[in-house]
């Protein structure tokens, strides 16, 4: 696949975690939960960033109740968990990452397309939305994914293809940013090069594949 800055039609960002780092917001939204179902769990920054490595919060909550040797509800404690994070973005405002600004100002500027790749619910992205309102506008962005768009979420590549499909674009004609290494690989399922941007817990991964590695975002990274 040839890839050339200059073709680029769209940039997009791939996940959450790409535009606000939530990731401790999470963590506390877990721990409320656990609270809140009579659970003595208490996840702390060292143990959250090793649950990481296993994708899907429910999966998460069910395998560290095995090790402990109780049986829990994942689905049902991780349901709990959003809720509790999506009322935490509803009444709080955040700040974008570092950089966000201004490659959603360039790509105005430049008449790029902005697709926010996302596989998650739609509910969740309006929170995320809502808590950046004082910055971010939806209507920026061209293409919005949701996990209701697609059978198979992240790692799979489907809600990339949805979005290329949706904005007329070919894989060489856009650029990814992605912040965590199993959505990274989405994306270069996809055949889409792909900058990563770790956030918080994920800094530490090599992200193999990614066409640049950044700790912040800024036009020079599409050069």
């Known amino acids: 696949m040839q890839w050339k800055v200059n073709l680029i039609k769209a940039i997009?960002?791939?996940?959450?975690?790409?535009?606000v780092e939530t990731s401790d917001i999470q963590r506390n939204s877990f721990n409320d939960a656990f609270k809140l179902t009579g659970l003595n769990w208490n996840w702390g920054e060292l143990e959250y960033k090793k649950l990481l490595k296993k994708s899907g919060g429910a999966t998460r909550i069910k395998e560290f109740g095995d090790k402990m040797n109780i049986v829990v509800d994942g689905k049902k404690i991780r349901d709990l968990k959003t809720k509790i994070f999506n009322e935490y973005m509803n009444k709080n405002k955040l700040k974008p990452r570092d950089g966000v600004l201004e490659v959603i100002n360039y790509a105005k500027k430049n008449k790029k397309?902005?697709?926010?790749v996302s596989s998650t619910?739609?509910?969740?992205?309006?929170c995320i939305f809502n808590s950046l309102r004082d910055f971010i506008n939806k209507k920026d962005f061209d293409f919005i994914g949701n996990n209701e768009m697609v059978l198979r979420e992240k790692p799979y590549p489907d809600i990339y293809?949805?979005?290329?499909k949706y904005l007329n674009i070919m894989p060489e004609e856009c650029i990814a940013i992605e912040d965590t290494e199993e959505s990274l690989n989405s994306a270069i399922e996809a055949n889409i090069k792909c900058i990563a941007f770790p956030g918080k817990y994920h800094a530490d991964n090599k992200f193999?594949?990614?066409h640049k590695l950044v700790n912040k975002l800024s036009n020079e990274i599409f050069n």
């Open 121 to 126: 619910s739609i509910n969740n992205i309006n």
């Open 208 to 210: 193999n594949g990614c």
């Open 161 to 164: 293809n949805y979005g290329l």
């Open 113 to 116: 397309k902005l697709g926010f």
């Open 12 to 19: 997009l960002f791939g996940s959450i975690g790409t535009i």
